[in-house]
């Protein structure tokens, strides 16, 4: 609690997000990725040479961009940024919410990264918007990657549907439809890289797995995307909740 606090206190986060909380829920996250940092290892180790495999790709292109947009990278947990520097001349942070890792690597690299605070889908200062009309834009000149972020954008914006009393069904249209705005956006990004929670999955005995992106993979095959990496992600290890659950993973490049 004490150290949720701390973490909490350390964090910037946009007011509108604040207010939707998103800054606790930042610090929830800072907090835990402290405490099972050993169980969590091998999953931002993956993550982080699925970016920087990506990364490479694109600097090999004939178009090579100079610059990454990077979303979801505000508490910089999984993001290679020294090897990044090395194939980019400019790096944006793109989060509602900026850990001090991320601020000081800002100010350590005066020029050449850059926190951005954006909320990527739009909808957090006004969530009656249609979630197609309101994503901002990805900038055209540079490799854009979102990080382990898929699962996240409708979380908090579809409980604020429910609170206002609107039905469940709909409520879960419009988170789908968030996720598909913003692999819209990415697709039409000339160099990109998707990290994506497949799959909720539990220990046997436990219940089965339960497809949290359905028919997703199978689109971004037929639409350019190439896979890069898949693994588990033992995201509530056994004694961290009543009943242990892990991720499915895939990370995915164009
Ligand atoms: C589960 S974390 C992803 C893991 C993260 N890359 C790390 O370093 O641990 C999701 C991140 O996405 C950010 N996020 C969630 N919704 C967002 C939105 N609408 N716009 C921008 N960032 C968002 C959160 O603030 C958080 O930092």
Same mark, same amino acid.
């Given at each position: 609690m004490i150290a949720e606090l701390f973490a909490w206190w350390r964090i910037d986060c946009l007011p509108a997000a604040r207010r939707m909380g998103y800054r606790r829920e930042a610090a929830a996250l800072v907090v835990r990725h402290r405490r099972l940092r050993r169980h969590w290892a091998d999953h931002l180790a993956r993550t982080r040479a699925a970016l920087l495999a990506s990364a490479r790709q694109a600097t090999c292109a004939r178009d090579a961009p100079k610059r990454a947009w990077i979303m979801g990278a505000g508490l910089l947990h999984d993001v290679p940024l020294a090897e990044l520097l090395e194939c980019f001349e400019r790096i944006d942070l793109v989060d509602v919410a900026f850990a001090p890792a991320a601020r000081d690597a800002a100010r350590r690299h005066p020029g050449r990264v850059a926190c951005v605070t954006q909320d990527v889908t739009g909808l $957090?200062?006004?969530?009656?918007?249609? =979630?197609?009309?309101?994503? =901002? +834009? %990805?900038?055209?000149?540079?490799?854009c990657a979102s990080v382990n972020l898929l699962s996240q954008l409708p979380l908090l914006p579809c409980s604020v549907?429910?609170?206002?009393? /609107? *039905?469940?069904?709909?409520?879960?249209?419009?988170?789908?439809? $968030?996720?598909?705005?913003?692999?819209? *956006? %990415?697709?039409? *990004?000339?160099?990109?890289?998707?990290?994506?929670?497949?799959?909720?999955?539990? +220990?046997?005995?436990? =219940?089965?797995?339960?497809? %949290?992106?359905?028919?997703?993979?199978?689109?971004?095959?037929?639409?350019?995307?190439? +896979?890069?990496?898949?693994?588990?992600?033992?995201?509530? +290890? =056994?004694?961290?909740?009543?009943?242990?659950?892990?991720? *499915? /993973?895939?990370?995915?490049?164009?």
């Open positions: $957090i200062a006004d969530p009656a918007r249609d =979630p197609r009309d309101a994503m =901002p +834009p %990805l900038p055209d000149d540079a490799w549907w429910l609170q206002q009393g /609107m *039905a469940e069904s709909g409520v879960e249209r419009r988170g789908r439809t $968030i996720q598909q705005a913003h692999v819209d *956006a %990415l697709q039409q *990004a000339a160099h990109a890289c998707l990290i994506i929670e497949c799959a909720q999955t539990h +220990p046997p005995p436990g =219940p089965a797995d339960i497809d %949290l992106l359905p028919g997703l993979p199978e689109r971004l095959a037929a639409s350019g995307w190439l +896979p890069l990496d898949s693994w588990h992600w033992p995201l509530n +290890p =056994p004694g961290e909740t009543e009943l242990p659950e892990g991720r *499915a /993973m895939q990370a995915w490049s164009r």
